[in-house]
């Protein structure tokens, strides 16, 4: 049945052939100066960043990872506090808190969109209030798979309560909401540079976004060892946290072509909703928003559903992949954190949630044997 090699799921081989000769440029630049950490790139590259989504300032950072926990770090965060964020996410936003000794508390999601619920995290905030054990400190919002979380609502939600606002945007870098690009709608947005990101290094990478010169002064030592003012001064704990200079001349190189990449995604996407919409649960679009689709998921009417239709891409050479296949109140890791909440539309995207491949070089042709091959196995 099939006669076609298999679709990859990511190309990053055919954007890079792109990109060739201004990429081999910037990386031969940087092999003439060796300046490999914090290089004229590392700067040039948060400046680029900071016009892209016109925040105040830019701060590069080593991964989204530690993006997220310098931002935490910078608040103080710490035992005692609860960091509220969503179930239905990648760990690394549950990680970070519990790294600093802080409790998450796990929020549900909508069951469309699949982003964090405003109402809901109310209501969590109101648990955690009740039960008196803990301080409400700050909400890490999500913005998943490519789409931008209801941050007005999240922002009013969060200011009754003085929470901390910090927007995990690791997946969604390029999307924008109301008119505006992500990375100004909370006190601080993280991205993350991972190669299958929408905006991907080659290697490990990421950035911090905010309006606040006074936090971006505190994530700028924090990447570097607490370091003050002068070279050896060390006026609080840090980390080692920046960005490689090659790191940051790939991403000069990517960001000239992002903007058609983040086109050509939403052109794959397109066809995806005109053709599959009416036989499958396609994502819903979030309102008066814009989607780097970093991931295109679709929802099947039950796991055996899933398994079926997995198993039938796969034999046509279409990879498909869970994101996620457990909710994070459910990880081994977690699951001693969690207060018991019942979070059920987190648990019911885990067994039916399925991705399809989506990427700024996934031609027509590719996005159309994609949907033959789900709609010949649902
Ligand atoms: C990828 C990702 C991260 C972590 O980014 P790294 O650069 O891999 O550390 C954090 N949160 C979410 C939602 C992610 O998808």
């Not at 003085?162 to 100004?184: E, I, K, V």
């Not at 490689?244 to 086109?263: N, R």
Request: proline share 6%; hydrophobic share 45%; with cysteine.
């Amino acid at each position: 049945m099939n006669d076609q090699a298999p679709l990859p799921f990511l190309d990053l081989a055919a954007q890079q052939a792109r990109m060739a000769e201004p990429l081999r440029k910037r990386i031969e630049t940087v092999l003439r100066h060796c300046q490999f950490i914090l290089g004229p790139e590392v700067a040039e590259l948060e400046s680029r960043l900071a016009a892209f989504c016109s925040a105040s300032h830019c701060v590069s950072v080593s991964s989204g990872t530690d993006a997220l926990q310098i931002a935490l770090m910078a608040e103080g965060i710490g035992p005692g506090d609860a960091v509220f964020l969503p179930a239905f996410t990648y760990t690394a936003t549950a990680e970070v808190p519990l790294l600093l000794g802080a409790t998450p508390v796990f929020v549900d999601v909508d069951p469309r969109t699949f982003q964090i619920d405003p109402a809901h995290l109310a209501a969590r905030i109101a648990d955690v209030q009740r039960a008196g054990r803990l301080r409400p400190r700050a909400l890490i919002g999500v913005d998943l798979f490519g789409q931008p979380a209801d941050w007005p609502a999240l922002q009013a939600v969060a200011s009754r309560a003085g929470l901390f606002t910090l927007d995990d945007c690791a997946q969604s870098f390029g999307a924008s909401l109301a008119g505006r690009r992500l990375g100004t709608a909370a006190d601080a947005t993280a991205i993350s540079f991972f190669p299958s990101k929408p905006l991907g290094a080659y290697g490990d990478g990421g950035a911090l976004f905010t309006q606040s010169a006074e936090r971006a002064a505190l994530y700028r030592s924090l990447r570097t060892h607490g370091e003050g003012t002068t070279r050896y001064e060390v006026l609080r704990t840090g980390m080692n946290g920046r960005l490689d200079t090659l790191q940051a001349a790939v991403l000069l190189a990517k960001l000239d072509i992002f903007e058609s990449d983040l086109a050509a995604r939403e052109r794959v996407a397109r066809i995806y909703d005109a053709r599959l919409g009416n036989r499958v649960a396609i994502p819903r679009r979030v309102a008066d928003a814009t989607s780097a689709w970093a991931i295109y998921a679709i929802l099947l009417p039950d796991t055996a559903a899933r398994d079926r239709l997995q198993a039938g891409l796969k034999a046509a050479g279409v990879p498909s992949a869970i994101y996620y296949p457990t909710p994070l109140h459910r990880q081994p890791a977690y699951a001693a954190t969690h207060d018991g909440a019942a979070l059920p539309v987190a648990e019911d995207l885990a067994s039916r949630i399925l991705a399809l491949p989506i990427h700024p070089d996934l031609s027509q042709a590719q996005a159309h044997r994609v949907c033959d091959a789900v709609l010949a196995n649902v």
